[in-house]
T-cell receptor, first 115, second 113 residues
């Protein structure tokens, strides 16, 4: 069965701290795609990153970085030097051919950055 | 700005009524998706269209219907509204619907009173 687990329901840190959001996925497919989306309090869903299963290189974009490890079926997201504007709900999602490439969503992690 | 445009942004209506949500996909995208996000159920996939044809169906109620027009814009029709239909409705689009990135609009907040 395919599934995405974001075990952290809510994380609260003080501004400038680093924070890692965990994402563990399950699939038997060898070809799959992983995504992270951000949903700030205003409600929109913002695309952050897409990764395919053949590319295990870690990615860094400014203060954001992603660690993809197939061995542990994880695709974790780290925010370095967090800022109040990073406060949002973050969703991890999986896309596979068997599900017609529909996004299989994690439950989301609510991140609160305190000033 | 994702390039996906949704109208209206906010809507308040009474139970039993019917509303239409409208979506314009990103330029060049042929696939449109509709999602519902309520407090208790998270993100629920409703339906997907590709170039005017229905491609996939999710947890869409019979009271709801959608279509994608020749100009690729899409509408989601919600009828016989109930209090439980109050939610944030997202439209999203992608190039082809085959493992492409799906970009979301800002959503339409529907409140049924």
């Amino acid at each position: 069965a395919q599934k995405v687990t974001q075990a952290q329901t809510e994380i609260s840190v003080v501004e400038k701290e680093d924070v890692t959001l965990d994402c563990v996925y399950e699939t038997r497919d060898t070809t799959y795609y992983l995504f992270w989306y951000k949903q700030p309090p205003s409600g929109e869903l913002v695309f952050l990153i897409r990764r395919n299963s053949f590319d295990e290189q870690n990615e860094i974009s400014g203060r954001y970085s992603w660690n993809f490890q197939k061995s542990t079926s994880s695709f974790n997201f780290t925010i370095t030097a967090s800022q109040v504007v990073d406060s949002a709900v973050y969703f991890c999602a999986l896309s596979i051919m068997d599900s017609n490439y529909q996004l299989i969503w994690g439950a989301g992690t609510k991140l609160i950055i305190k000033p | 700005d994702s390039g996906v445009t949704q109208t209206p942004k906010h809507l308040i209506t009474a139970t039993g009524q019917r509303v239409t949500l409208r979506c314009s996909p990103r330029s060049g995208d042929l696939s449109v998706y509709w999602y519902q996000q309520s407090l208790d159920q998270g993100l629920q996939f409703l339906i997907q269209y590709y170039n005017g044809e229905e491609r996939a169906k999710g947890n869409i109620l019979e009271r709801f219907s959608a279509q994608q027009f020749p100009d690729l814009h899409s509408e989601l029709n919600l009828s016989s509204l109930e209090l439980g239909d109050s939610a944030l409705y997202f439209c999203a689009s992608s190039v082809s619907g085959q493992a492409n990135t799906i970009y979301f609009g800002e959503g339409s907040w529907l409140t049924v009173v």
